[in-house]
């Protein structure tokens, strides 16, 4: 079945200091990749998606591109920030918009 | 421009008994998904609905769980007789036409 993994955390940071997510996935259908960030008490949302191979989808200053034939969408900023504190997850869907396969989630921790 | 909606935020119930989930999607999206949120587990997809119709149930525990969508402004998640292990954040998310998925705060249930 489909599957997504992603960077094991927890990942610390200085602020000023770039990031990125590793995320790869397997699948035999066409999907659409997905950025979630989740912080404390909250669900999930959307940071961007990208539903094209070879596209790069950004938002807030986080950007990845969905590299079919690596079968990754690597997660990167340049500069964190305090602010980027939080969990981030990889996700997918079929082209159909049907259920998410989310990633196991990384935390990352961004110290001032 | 209410998000998802979830009630409650946080429920509490004794083994055996039985817990209702409600979840207000945005309006005019089309379809809802509940999600199922564990420290061990992650984000586990559990039902949809698009249109109000069931569509795929495949990740719900066959026994004892179960969900409804009366109406384009409502879904329930119903879990009876509740064990420990049903102990986690249930998310709802909505979302339009083959799109992405706007989340709910979530419901954290504590079954004891």
């Known amino acids: 079945g489909d599957s997504v993994t992603q960077t094991e955390g927890p990942v610390t940071l200085s602020e000023g200091t770039s990031l990125t997510v590793n995320c790869s996935y397997e699948t035999k259908q066409y999907p659409t990749l997905f950025w979630y960030v989740q912080y404390p008490g909250e669900g999930p949302q959307l940071l961007f998606k990208?539903?094209?191979?070879?596209e790069k989808g950004s938002s807030r200053g986080f950007e990845a591109t969905y590299n079919k034939e690596a079968t990754s969408f690597h997660l990167q900023k340049a500069s964190v920030q305090e602010s980027d504190s939080a969990v981030y997850y990889c996700?997918?869907?079929?082209?159909?918009?049907?259920?998410?396969?989310f990633g196991t989630g990384t935390t990352v921790s961004v110290s001032p | 421009n209410a998000g998802v909606i979830q009630t409650p935020r946080h429920k509490v119930t004794g083994k055996g008994q039985e817990a209702t989930l409600w979840c207000e999607p945005i309006s005019g999206h089309s379809a809802v998904f509940w999600y199922r949120q564990t420290i061990v587990q992650g984000l586990e997809f559990l039902t949809y609905?698009?249109?109000?119709?069931?569509?795929?149930d495949s990740g719900m525990p066959k026994e004892r769980f179960s969900a409804q969508m009366p109406n384009q402004s409502h879904s329930t998640l119903k879990i009876q007789s509740t064990q420990p292990q049903d102990s986690a954040v249930y998310l709802c998310a909505s979302s339009p036409r083959h799109a992405e998925q706007f989340f709910g705060p979530g419901t954290r249930l504590t079954v004891l």
């Open positions: 609905f698009r249109n109000q119709a069931p569509i795929d």
């Open positions: 996700a997918l869907s079929d082209w159909g918009g049907r259920a998410l396969i």
């Open positions: 990208v539903p094209k191979a070879n």
